[in-house]
């Protein structure tokens, strides 16, 4: 709707996973870095954490496009409240590729599931699990089935694993995996995703307008994409939100440029509606 009106090809906003908006702040790139280290030198599990919204899933988007060809499949657990044998059946349903019978049971599935890593390793490949909200795995059960898989082939594939596990969610992920203590063990590499600075958050604002056309210098103020970062707390979601609702007003009242109190003016609205 404003885009025509900020002499943009998109929204640059937007809140959804899309690679050429992925900026590579320092604390993202070194998460990304830290990932594909772990992965590419076949290590067992990794566990990255962060505030909702800090960009956990642009960062396994970028390290699922980035791995290299042997490294494969890559699958993703997007909802981890499962029993221990429903997680079982997802994950080698996810792994395969294929789907086992409504009644197969646990014992089935973890054959069908070791036969393929054989046949993976055989092929010089190494798979990736990725579960999203990690920190929802509270029941023991859960993570101790996870922690077994990684026993599978795992000296045919001379490595720590057949393919590497990586958690991601909340900052209490930290503590859920500590509760199993072997799985912790497991973990070659936590990450804690931090907020960006101001000066992170400057440079995530240009990088997203640029990307839709524009230029943030001729949209935004310097005091504006400040308060931007203040009240968002650097944290990319957040930062999203208040600068699509401010290129919006800006439309609407024809403005030539956001400044700090169209900022402020939508951060009071979002306030006031949000419980």
Not at 39 to 51: F, P, Q, S, W
Not at 145 to 156: A, E, F, G, V, W
Not at 178 to 206: F, I
Request: charged share 20%.
């Amino acid at each position: 709707m404003y885009e025509s009106h900020w002499n943009l090809t998109a929204r640059p906003f937007e809140n959804w996973s899309d690679p050429q908006y992925y900026y590579p702040s320092e604390v993202h790139q070194t998460a990304l870095l830290k990932l594909r280290y772990a992965v590419e030198n076949r290590r067992a599990a990794v566990a990255m954490c962060g505030d909702s919204g800090i960009g956990k899933s642009l960062i396994v988007d970028a390290l699922a496009s980035q791995l290299p060809e042997p490294f494969m499949p890559v699958a993703r657990l997007a909802f981890p409240q499962l029993s221990g044998d429903q997680l079982l059946g997802y994950v080698t349903d996810e792994l395969t590729g294929t789907t086992g019978p409504n009644d197969e049971t646990p014992r089935t599935a973890l054959r069908r599931l070791d036969s393929f890593f054989a046949d993976n390793v055989e092929a010089g490949r190494h798979a990736v699990l990725i579960v999203d909200e990690a920190h929802l795995l509270m029941a023991p059960e859960q993570l101790e089935t996870l922690r077994l898989l990684l026993n599978l082939q795992r000296s045919q594939a001379r490595a720590e694993a057949a393919w590497t596990l990586v958690l991601v969610g909340h900052a209490t992920l930290l503590s859920v995996i500590e509760r199993n203590r072997a799985l912790d063990e497991r973990m070659n590499v936590k990450c804690m995703l931090s907020r960006m600075t101001a000066e992170q958050t400057a440079g995530y604002v240009q990088h997203r307008i640029q990307v839709a056309g524009g230029d943030a210098q001729r949209i935004f103020t310097s005091e504006a994409i400040e308060t931007l970062h203040v009240r968002s707390g650097g944290i990319p979601r957040r930062i999203n939100r208040l600068a699509d609702l401010a290129l919006m007003v800006g439309y609407a009242e024809e403005l030539d440029r956001i400044e700090t109190p169209h900022v402020e003016g939508v951060h009071q609205e979002l306030v006031t509606v949000t419980p």
